[in-house]
């Protein structure tokens, strides 16, 4: 019998349910193989073409999305905005292989990129609107990237503000795409091999530049005439502003020359006989301040800042024997040693008597005694320093002690080359450095609206200073203060504003009684409280740099001769008296957004200068610190665009901050 019409249905549609069950199974696993969102999927193909040694990028997995709703990131590295992905900051990592810019195009919110410090090499991406035309910020700093830059690399990024590429091994010139970025405010480009002509910049909101160390050459554009000399260094064929002004190619003459009327004729004798009486004048002023000179001995101490000197043809004896005597003669009459003696093997070897043959410059007058800069004949310049208060040294202990000096080398200290000995003065030989002390390029130009150190070669100089005491403490153990002497006149600055710590480690060998008067480690507050120096009175003097560096104000303890009585504390008070950042030296070239790394910076000044020793922070802590001191506010400089779409959010929203349309 057949069944009735309703049983068979409801029959026919029990059969159809496991039909009905595993379709819909296969669509739930459909959905969840699928369910990973764009982001997700787009970041774990970018990190398949990374080599990621050291799992930095383990958190990136399936299992967890890169962003919450709440902008926290689940992911190392991820920086994300409104449940999306705003920035990737994958420094220091040591990642290297591909960077798949395809995978990255897909991060529609995608705004700012940092790889810097890490092991990325090969040539440079191929960037273009198509890809990541919508970053404001990218950063590729101190990989291992070489090649040529296409011309049309940056083409389409109309919103890029800021460019890194420091410190990789790119070669060729300055790619036209850089120039033609409208927003672009920051580009540094230093420590490559980079070479022609810079291209003439013409955004006006370009406000930071470096193109240091590279292999460029020509007159700099007009446009960037006044930026820091330092954005330049490295470049030997550069020229013109801010540097010195470029070599005029001398033009032919005319093929006829025609005969000056007698209106220039007239004007032409007047020259000359103004050039002649200014000449004259100038003779009889240098005869009077050379017999003034001659009349009076100078005095022990003078000027701590180096003072110019224009009798270049003179001989550093001649200078010498100006100066009270010459090393090669005695008081007595008798003829010394005048054996130079050389405790570097790496440089030019010289006798006593070529140094003393030399022309002398004299470079200054401290708190030693004088120093001279010596060219010999063969082009090489030394600079010899001239001592009076070692006579209580003995010979041997003496000649121990400067091979002791002599085995030290670091980037930041000023290397000794040879010594000569003598029971009544020494002379200590050393290196020429191009650019003077840092006290003349924080005092010489105040108030004359010359430009100055700016902030990033400021904060460069102190962590060049504390490496370098960080080193003499490592190798000179057995002294209480390695230094001993540091203070601005005693940091001198090469063609790089790398700093060189010099008159380091003499306190052994100066006599007692000059030491108490002259150098810096006794005018430290626990020498004038107890009579005593520690392991910290170097970094009391570090501290006072630093505050001497960030407010441009001269200590002027150091000005005191003997002891400064309550000078001591006269810039550490001012600092703590003075509130914000007024404080900072005015004449500063400020970048933006790095107030309040300088503030940073300042108080571990501060730290440094305690009055009591036991409360006074250690020198490898304060290293520590200094070492985390950046060039500006790290989130200000990282999510600027991040922190001005916050600023707009509850008025206009995130797309319209963004001027530009995103691709799709």
Wanted: glycine share 6%; net charge positive; hydrophobic share 35%.
């Amino acid at each position: 019998m057949a069944p009735p019409p309703l049983l068979s249905s409801s029959l026919s549609h029990h059969r159809c349910l496991p039909l009905f069950f595993a379709i819909a199974f296969l669509m739930m696993a459909s959905s969840a193989a699928s369910g990973n969102s764009p982001d997700l999927d787009a970041l774990l193909k970018f990190k398949s073409s990374l080599k990621d040694p050291s799992g930095a990028l383990s958190s990136w997995s399936e299992s967890q999305p890169p962003c919450n709703n709440d902008d926290r990131s689940n992911w190392a590295g991820v920086i994300c905005y409104g449940g999306s992905i705003w920035g990737l900051q994958l420094e220091n990592m040591g990642l290297g292989g591909l960077i798949d810019v395809d995978s990255l195009a897909l991060l529609k919110s995608l705004r700012t990129l940092s790889f810097m410090n890490n092991s990325f090499d090969g040539s440079i991406l191929t960037i273009n609107r198509l890809r990541l035309g919508y970053l404001k910020a990218l950063y590729l700093s101190n990989n291992m990237f070489s090649g040529d830059i296409p011309d049309g690399t940056f083409d389409g990024m109309q919103s890029l503000k800021k460019l890194h590429l420091a410190n990789n091994k790119f070669t060729g010139k300055i790619p036209n795409s850089v120039v033609q970025l409208p927003r672009l405010l920051e580009l540094r480009m230093e420590g490559n091999q980079f070479r022609g002509a810079i291209p003439d910049f013409k955004q006006k909101s370009l406000n930071i530049i470096n193109l240091a160390d590279n292999a460029l050459e020509g007159p700099i554009p007009a446009s960037l005439s006044k930026m820091d000399p330092s954005s330049f260094s490295g470049n030997k064929a550069l020229c013109d502003a801010p540097l010195s002004p470029c070599l005029a190619t001398p033009s032919p003459p005319p093929a006829q020359s025609k005969k000056p009327s007698k209106r220039q004729t007239g004007i032409i004798i007047f020259a000359i006989v103004l050039a002649l009486l200014i000449l004259l004048a100038l003779v009889i002023l240098f005869l009077i301040k050379r017999r003034r000179r001659s009349s009076g001995s100078p005095s022990s101490l003078e000027a701590t800042q180096p003072t110019p000197n224009f009798q270049k043809k003179r001989s550093i004896k001649e200078e010498m024997q100006s100066r009270q005597g010459s090393p090669a003669h005695s008081n007595n009459g008798r003829k010394p040693d005048t054996k130079l003696t050389f405790i570097r093997d790496d440089k030019e070897r010289f006798d006593l008597q070529d140094l003393l043959k030399a022309s002398a410059e004299i470079l200054g007058s401290g708190c030693f005694g004088s120093s001279y800069k010596a060219a010999l004949t063969s082009g090489t310049v030394m600079v010899v320093k001239r001592f009076r208060q070692m006579n209580n040294a003995r010979k041997e202990e003496f000649q121990e002690h400067m091979r002791r000096l002599g085995r030290l080398s670091h980037p930041n200290l000023l290397t000794l080359v040879a010594y000569y000995y003598r029971k009544e003065e020494k002379l200590l030989v050393s290196e020429f450095v191009s650019r003077g002390s840092l006290a003349v390029h924080l005092h010489s130009n105040q108030g004359k609206g010359q430009s100055t150190l700016d902030w990033p070669t400021r904060l460069k100089i102190i962590k060049g200073v504390t490496k370098g005491l960080l080193y003499l403490y490592s190798e000179l153990p057995t002294l209480t203060a390695p230094h001993g002497h540091l203070k601005s006149s005693n940091v001198l600055l090469n063609d790089s504003f790398e700093p060189l710590l010099h008159d380091y480690g003499l306190i052994p060998v100066i006599n007692q009684e000059n030491a108490h008067e002259l150098m810096v480690a006794y005018k430290s507050p626990e020498y004038l409280q107890s009579a005593r120096i520690t392991k910290k009175t170097d970094v009391w003097s570090l501290g006072i740099l630093i505050l001497e560096v960030m407010t441009g104000k001269f200590p002027a303890n150091f000005l005191q001769k003997g002891h400064p009585g309550n000078q001591e504390h006269d810039l550490v008070k001012w600092v703590k008296a003075v509130e914000g950042e007024s404080m900072l030296c005015k004449e500063m070239k400020v970048l933006p957004n790095c107030e309040s790394e300088m503030m940073k910076l300042l108080n571990i000044g501060l730290m440094c200068c305690e009055v009591d020793v036991e409360k006074r922070i250690e020198l490898k802590e304060a290293a520590e610190k200094i070492e985390e001191v950046k060039e500006k506010d790290v989130d200000d400089d990282f999510y600027t665009s991040y922190s001005e779409a916050t600023d707009v959010r509850s008025t206009r929203g995130l797309s319209d901050e963004i001027n530009f349309p995103i691709p799709t």
